[in-house]
Protein backbone atom coordinates (compact mmCIF):
# COMPACT_ATOMS: atom_id res chain seq x y z
CA UNK A 1 0.00 0.00 0.00
CA UNK A 2 1.13 3.31 -1.27
CA UNK A 3 2.43 5.73 2.04
CA UNK A 4 1.98 9.45 1.42
CA UNK A 5 4.55 11.75 3.77
CA UNK A 6 3.80 15.58 4.28
CA UNK A 7 6.74 16.96 5.57
CA UNK A 8 5.86 20.98 6.49
CA UNK A 9 8.81 22.86 6.39
CA UNK A 10 8.89 26.00 8.58
CA UNK A 11 12.75 26.56 10.05
CA UNK A 12 14.24 23.36 7.88
CA UNK A 13 16.02 23.68 4.09
CA UNK A 14 14.00 21.81 1.30
CA UNK A 15 16.98 21.10 -0.23
CA UNK A 16 18.70 19.33 3.13
CA UNK A 17 15.01 18.02 3.73
CA UNK A 18 15.50 16.56 0.44
CA UNK A 19 18.79 15.18 -0.14
CA UNK A 20 17.65 12.82 3.60
CA UNK A 21 14.75 11.77 1.68
CA UNK A 22 16.68 10.58 -1.63
CA UNK A 23 19.28 8.84 1.03
CA UNK A 24 16.89 6.68 2.68
CA UNK A 25 15.05 6.37 -0.70
CA UNK A 26 17.96 4.83 -2.58
CA UNK A 27 19.05 2.64 0.63
CA UNK A 28 15.70 0.93 0.11
CA UNK A 29 16.61 0.17 -3.16
CA UNK A 30 13.95 2.77 -4.98
CA UNK A 31 14.18 5.24 -7.82
CA UNK A 32 12.63 8.23 -7.10
CA UNK A 33 11.62 10.83 -9.39
CA UNK A 34 11.73 14.88 -7.91
CA UNK A 35 8.61 16.85 -9.08
CA UNK A 36 9.49 20.53 -9.20
CA UNK A 37 7.75 23.28 -10.33
CA UNK A 38 9.83 25.17 -12.88
CA UNK A 39 12.94 24.33 -14.58
CA UNK A 40 14.91 27.10 -12.47
CA UNK A 41 13.88 24.66 -9.59
CA UNK A 42 15.14 21.54 -11.24
CA UNK A 43 18.57 23.26 -11.96
CA UNK A 44 19.13 24.30 -8.71
CA UNK A 45 18.19 20.88 -6.84
CA UNK A 46 20.46 18.85 -9.79
CA UNK A 47 23.17 21.54 -8.76
CA UNK A 48 22.70 21.09 -4.65
CA UNK A 49 23.18 17.44 -5.60
CA UNK A 50 26.28 17.73 -7.57
CA UNK A 51 28.01 19.41 -4.50
CA UNK A 52 27.03 16.89 -2.01
CA UNK A 53 29.90 15.89 -0.56
CA UNK A 54 32.16 12.72 -1.88
CA UNK A 55 30.39 10.15 0.78
CA UNK A 56 27.10 11.71 0.28
CA UNK A 57 26.90 11.94 -3.96
CA UNK A 58 23.65 10.73 -4.93
CA UNK A 59 23.75 9.45 -8.72
CA UNK A 60 20.90 11.68 -10.61
CA UNK A 61 20.00 13.17 -13.85
CA UNK A 62 17.17 15.61 -15.07
CA UNK A 63 15.16 14.70 -17.55
CA UNK A 64 15.92 15.24 -21.12
CA UNK A 65 19.10 13.42 -21.26
CA UNK A 66 19.85 9.76 -23.10
CA UNK A 67 19.40 7.39 -20.41
CA UNK A 68 16.94 8.84 -18.43
CA UNK A 69 14.94 5.44 -17.98
CA UNK A 70 18.11 4.47 -16.06
CA UNK A 71 18.32 7.00 -13.55
CA UNK A 72 18.26 6.10 -9.54
CA UNK A 73 17.00 9.56 -9.41
CA UNK A 74 15.60 11.77 -11.87
CA UNK A 75 14.16 15.32 -11.63
CA UNK A 76 11.72 16.71 -13.79
CA UNK A 77 8.87 18.89 -13.64
CA UNK A 78 6.37 17.56 -15.96
CA UNK A 79 4.34 14.31 -14.57
CA UNK A 80 6.26 11.79 -17.17
CA UNK A 81 8.79 9.98 -15.06
CA UNK A 82 11.00 7.53 -17.55
CA UNK A 83 12.66 5.72 -14.75
CA UNK A 84 9.63 3.90 -13.62
CA UNK A 85 10.02 5.76 -10.24
CA UNK A 86 9.01 3.65 -6.53
CA UNK A 87 8.92 6.94 -4.97
CA UNK A 88 7.63 10.33 -6.35
CA UNK A 89 8.96 13.53 -4.13
CA UNK A 90 6.81 16.62 -4.72
CA UNK A 91 8.19 20.13 -4.26
CA UNK A 92 5.69 22.40 -3.29
CA UNK A 93 3.49 20.65 -5.90
CA UNK A 94 0.10 19.28 -5.12
CA UNK A 95 -0.55 17.27 -8.54
CA UNK A 96 -0.54 13.60 -8.12
CA UNK A 97 -3.45 11.49 -9.23
CA UNK A 98 -4.48 8.24 -7.67
CA UNK A 99 -3.39 5.93 -10.79
CA UNK A 100 -0.24 7.66 -10.62
CA UNK A 101 0.17 7.01 -6.54
CA UNK A 102 -0.88 3.46 -7.01
CA UNK A 103 2.12 2.57 -8.72
CA UNK A 104 4.56 4.03 -6.00
CA UNK A 105 5.47 2.55 -2.40
CA UNK A 106 5.55 6.51 -1.15
CA UNK A 107 4.59 9.80 -2.17
CA UNK A 108 6.53 12.76 -0.40
CA UNK A 109 5.50 16.37 -0.31
CA UNK A 110 7.57 18.66 0.55
CA UNK A 111 6.54 22.42 1.43
CA UNK A 112 7.01 25.82 2.94
CA UNK A 113 4.20 25.26 5.94
CA UNK A 114 4.77 29.38 6.35
CA UNK A 115 2.81 29.77 3.38
CA UNK A 116 -0.57 29.91 3.45
CA UNK A 117 -1.22 28.91 -0.45
CA UNK A 118 1.17 26.30 0.00
CA UNK A 119 -0.66 24.61 3.60
CA UNK A 120 -3.97 24.84 2.25
CA UNK A 121 -2.70 23.07 -1.05
CA UNK A 122 -1.08 20.66 0.72
CA UNK A 123 -4.16 20.06 2.99
CA UNK A 124 -6.31 19.81 0.04
CA UNK A 125 -3.53 16.93 -1.06
CA UNK A 126 -3.37 14.67 2.05
CA UNK A 127 -7.27 14.77 2.46
CA UNK A 128 -7.80 13.88 -1.53
CA UNK A 129 -5.01 10.71 -0.88
CA UNK A 130 -7.26 10.25 2.61
CA UNK A 131 -10.27 9.78 0.79
CA UNK A 132 -8.73 7.33 -1.46
CA UNK A 133 -7.60 4.99 0.54
CA UNK A 134 -3.69 6.76 1.12
CA UNK A 135 -2.06 5.94 4.05
CA UNK A 136 -0.92 9.94 4.97
CA UNK A 137 1.31 10.56 7.45
CA UNK A 138 2.48 14.25 8.51
CA UNK A 139 5.90 15.68 9.58
CA UNK A 140 6.19 19.34 10.98
CA UNK A 141 9.56 20.67 11.38
CA UNK A 142 9.31 23.52 14.33
CA UNK A 143 12.31 24.86 16.41
CA UNK A 144 14.96 22.88 14.72
CA UNK A 145 12.90 19.44 15.05
CA UNK A 146 10.38 16.78 13.55
CA UNK A 147 7.60 15.61 15.45
CA UNK A 148 5.01 13.79 13.98
CA UNK A 149 1.41 14.79 13.63
CA UNK A 150 -2.26 13.78 12.87
CA UNK A 151 -2.90 16.54 10.57
CA UNK A 152 -1.31 19.48 8.99
Known amino acids: MTEAVFYKLT???QIATLGSILVQSRERGWRVAVRCNSDSDALLIDRSLWKAPDDGFLPHGRIGGEFDQDQPILILTGSHAPNRPDALVLM???DVDSSEVSRLQRVCVLFDGRDERNLASARRLSGQ???AGVNVVCW?????????????
Open 11 to 13: DKD
Open 92 to 94: NRY
Open 129 to 131: LTD
Open 140 to 152: VNENGAWSRRQEL
